[in-house]
Structures are given as structure tokens and as C-alpha cells.
Nanobody, 115 residues
Framework: QVQLVESGGGLVQAGGSLRLSCAASEVINPMGWYRHGSSGFREFVGRITTDGDTIYADRVKGRFTISRDNARSEMYLQMTDLKIEDTAVYLC????????????WGQGTQVTVSS
């Protein structure tokens, strides 16, 4: 069982920045982020491989940056130019064996962007 713990959420004004962290119990490839906002759907944010290759959802491209520290088994989500619509619970995940069939989730951290 993989343990994932997110941290760094909070309240920030629109246009501001926030950095989320996800600590994993082991190094797994890939790691990534989803968010669960007012739409009621879980929305893909982005993911990173152990080699540092990243992909992002169009809605966050250019504003969000994912990085990871394999030595610490940690992943980070740097969010800039935050918008009200970025308000959501952000969840990190890993796919053991690079397979979504073996996906593990963190408990989530709340990000609230105010006007």
C-alpha cells in the first residue's frame, strides 16, 4: 500500500501563488495531481515522471509547474497567477507500474482562491 500525504493548501487571493507538496512512502512513476472543484468532476491537472517529463492540462499550462525530488519521494505543485476557478481540493496520485489500474490517492488538500 502506497501512502501519499499532501500539504500546502490554503486561502490565497486571485493572482497569488501557492505551493503544494505530496510526500510518498516510496518512489513511484509517474506521480501527478488531480483536482476536485465545484464542477463535481475530478479534473486532471498534470503529472511528472521520474525523469522529469511533465504534461499539464490546458487550463493550468503556463501557470502551474510540477516538480519532484526522487531522493525525498516528494512531488510539488507550484501554482502562480491563481484564479477563482482554481479553487478545489487538490489530490496527488501515483500509478504503480505505470498503470492506472494500480492508482493510489492522497487525502487531498483544499485550495481556495478569493477575489
Amino acid at each position: 500500500q502506497v501512502q501519499l500525504v499532501e500539504s500546502g493548501g490554503g486561502l490565497v487571493q486571485a493572482g497569488g501563488s501557492l505551493r503544494l507538496s505530496c510526500a510518498a512512502s516510496e518512489v513511484i512513476n509517474p506521480m501527478g495531481w488531480y483536482r476536485h472543484g465545484s464542477s463535481g468532476f475530478r479534473e486532471f491537472v498534470g503529472r511528472i515522471t521520474t525523469d522529469g517529463d511533465t504534461i499539464y492540462a490546458d487550463r493550468v499550462k503556463g501557470r502551474f509547474t510540477i516538480s519532484r525530488d526522487n531522493a525525498r519521494s516528494e512531488m510539488y505543485l507550484q501554482m502562480t497567477d491563481l484564479k477563482i476557478e482554481d479553487t478545489a481540493v487538490y489530490l496527488c496520485y501515483v500509478d504503480r507500474g505505470n498503470s492506472p489500474a494500480y492508482r493510489y490517492w492522497g487525502q487531498g488538500t483544499q485550495v481556495t482562491v478569493s477575489s
